[in-house]
């Protein structure tokens, strides 16, 4: 077959494997690589240093496969309408909100087996080529080679959108080391004067069109972080407690986008809890019912000690006074991971009450010094705000 023969028909085969959206990049440096540059240069990407490491990798596709000629860019719909964030809310301020894209199975394990799969074909069409697949593990900037591929634009909100399917989307690629014809770019973005992802953003964490910086998103803070959430962030979260879709729940271009078409992405199995999770119950659920709740879902990457300090900061924001035992016992915990175990000192101190400073008192000589530090921290912001009610000085701590 001729370049553009093969070309058809391996993007006939990624559709009927379950893919959206298929196109052709040729193998060159991506056109965004200097904009990534600038990001890094800005200390946008907040504790993310393994980008860092990885900048010189990005600059080619060579880096992720010796010999490559052809990017092959695939996008695949996730989730339906109405099974994230922009969910009916929930009455309940003890639930909190996970981010659409893990609702359903780990994307990355169903995404490289259709790849694996599409290569599998293509060896078999065309003897001798050598491939790789990959889902946003490999040093490449999946974003810049999809609008290269002519697969949508990078939005205001940095995601890449689809005219006709939106930016719920996963991105995979598969390199291969065959010439195939590649696609027109994707000239043109479709955003106008609309700012309505940067306006909605709870956190404002867009410096600037096309700008976000990490340090200020929340899903970095509720997925990538692995310490304690500084209060300011923690008072922000707006519910979320993995991920956070805002900035795509409020994008026109998402309006009439439609479901998955992959059942293994479709959220509806409440492979994670729901949209909706049961915040009381994450703090008390123990080591076994967790690695049996995070088994093939995407969450496993926050870790149960992540996920435990989002829902203690979630519940500290919104005052929930019923789980000041959970957090007491999670913070009395020496067995706990210190950010979790700070996690429920601040929501204890945002809560405060009688039962709140109980607990707060019991682990004053916690350690290590993270931990303790928040108690103090915790006890103090109780006296500041009970001393403003009854107009009197507060205590010095």
């Given at each position: 077959?001729?370049?553009?023969?093969?070309?058809?028909?391996?993007?006939?085969?990624?559709?009927?494997?379950g893919?959206?959206?298929?196109?052709?990049?040729?193998?060159?440096?991506p056109?965004?690589?200097?904009h990534?540059?600038?990001?890094?240069?800005?200390?946008?990407?907040?504790?993310?240093?393994?980008?860092?490491?990885?900048?010189?990798?990005?600059?080619?596709?060579?880096?992720?496969?010796?010999?490559?000629?052809?990017v092959?860019m695939?996008?695949?719909?996730?989730?339906?309408?109405?099974?994230?964030?922009?969910?009916?809310?929930?009455?309940?301020?003890?639930?909190?909100k996970?981010?659409?894209?893990?609702?359903?199975?780990?994307?990355h394990?169903?995404?490289?087996?259709?790849?694996?799969a599409?290569?599998?074909w293509?060896?078999?069409?065309?003897?001798?080529?050598?491939?790789?697949?990959?889902?946003?593990?490999?040093?490449?900037?999946?974003?810049d080679?999809?609008?290269?591929?002519?697969?949508g634009w990078?939005?205001?909100?940095t995601?890449l959108?689809?005219?006709?399917?939106?930016?719920?989307t996963?991105?995979?690629?598969?390199?291969?080391d065959?010439?195939?014809?590649?696609?027109?770019?994707?000239?043109?973005?479709?955003?106008?004067?609309?700012t309505?992802c940067?306006?909605?953003?709870?956190?404002?964490?867009?410096?600037?069109?096309?700008?976000?910086?990490?340090?200020?998103?929340?899903?970095?803070?509720t997925?990538?972080?692995?310490?304690?959430v500084?209060g300011?962030?923690?008072?922000?979260?707006?519910?979320?407690?993995?991920?956070?879709?805002?900035?795509?729940?409020?994008?026109?271009?998402?309006?009439?986008?439609?479901?998955t078409?992959?059942?293994?992405?479709?959220?509806?199995?409440?492979?994670?809890?729901g949209?909706?999770?049961?915040?009381l119950?994450?703090?008390?659920?123990d080591?076994?019912?967790?690695?049996?709740?995070?088994?093939?879902?995407?969450?496993?990457?926050?870790?149960?000690?992540?996920?435990?300090?989002?829902?203690?900061?979630?519940?500290?924001?919104?005052?929930?006074?019923?789980?000041?035992?959970?957090?007491?016992r999670?913070?009395?915990?020496?067995?706990?991971?210190?950010?979790?175990?700070?996690?429920?000192?601040?929501?204890?101190g945002?809560?405060?009450?009688?039962r709140?400073?109980?607990?707060?008192?019991r682990?004053?000589?916690?350690?290590?010094?993270?931990?303790?530090?928040?108690?103090?921290?915790?006890?103090?912001?109780?006296?500041?705000?009970d001393?403003?009610?009854?107009?009197?000085p507060?205590r010095?701590?």
């Amino acid at each position: 077959m001729t370049p553009s023969e093969l070309s058809q028909a391996l993007k006939a085969e990624a559709l009927r494997l379950g893919f959206d959206g298929v196109g052709i990049a040729p193998a060159v440096s991506p056109p965004g690589y200097e904009h990534y540059l600038d990001w890094l240069r800005a200390e946008r990407h907040a504790g993310m240093r393994y980008m860092e490491r990885q900048a010189e990798a990005r600059r080619h596709p060579g880096s992720v496969l010796d010999g490559v000629r052809s990017v092959v860019m695939l996008s695949a719909v996730y989730g339906r309408p109405g099974r994230g964030g922009e969910a009916a809310p929930s009455d309940d301020p003890a639930r909190g909100k996970i981010a659409r894209y893990a609702l359903g199975e780990d994307y990355h394990r169903v995404l490289w087996i259709k790849l694996d799969a599409l290569l599998g074909w293509l060896e078999g069409v065309h003897p001798g080529v050598r491939g790789r697949g990959v889902v946003d593990t490999a040093p490449l900037l999946e974003r810049d080679y999809a609008r290269l591929a002519g697969l949508g634009w990078v939005g205001k909100n940095t995601m890449l959108i689809d005219r006709r399917l939106g930016s719920f989307t996963f991105l995979g690629a598969l390199l291969v080391d065959v010439e195939l014809a590649p696609d027109e770019p994707h000239a043109r973005g479709h955003c106008g004067t609309c700012t309505r992802c940067l306006d909605a953003c709870p956190t404002d964490a867009f410096a600037g069109p096309y700008q976000l910086d990490a340090s200020r998103c929340i899903s970095y803070w509720t997925i990538e972080h692995r310490g304690p959430v500084p209060g300011p962030i923690a008072e922000r979260l707006d519910g979320w407690v993995f991920g956070c879709d805002v900035c795509q729940d409020v994008c026109p271009w998402n309006r009439k986008a439609p479901g998955t078409r992959m059942p293994e992405l479709d959220g509806t199995a409440e492979v994670a809890d729901g949209p909706r999770p049961d915040l009381l119950a994450w703090l008390d659920r123990d080591e076994d019912a967790w690695s049996e709740a995070l088994r093939g879902t995407a969450l496993k990457r926050a870790k149960r000690a992540g996920l435990v300090r989002n829902a203690a900061l979630v519940l500290g924001t919104r005052r929930v006074a019923e789980a000041v035992p959970s957090l007491g016992r999670r913070l009395a915990d020496e067995a706990e991971e210190p950010a979790a175990r700070a996690a429920a000192a601040w929501a204890l101190g945002s809560i405060g009450g009688d039962r709140a400073r109980d607990a707060l008192m019991r682990g004053r000589h916690a350690s290590p010094d993270s931990v303790r530090e928040a108690v103090v921290a915790a006890e103090a912001a109780i006296d500041l705000r009970d001393a403003a009610t009854e107009g009197r000085p507060a205590r010095p701590a």
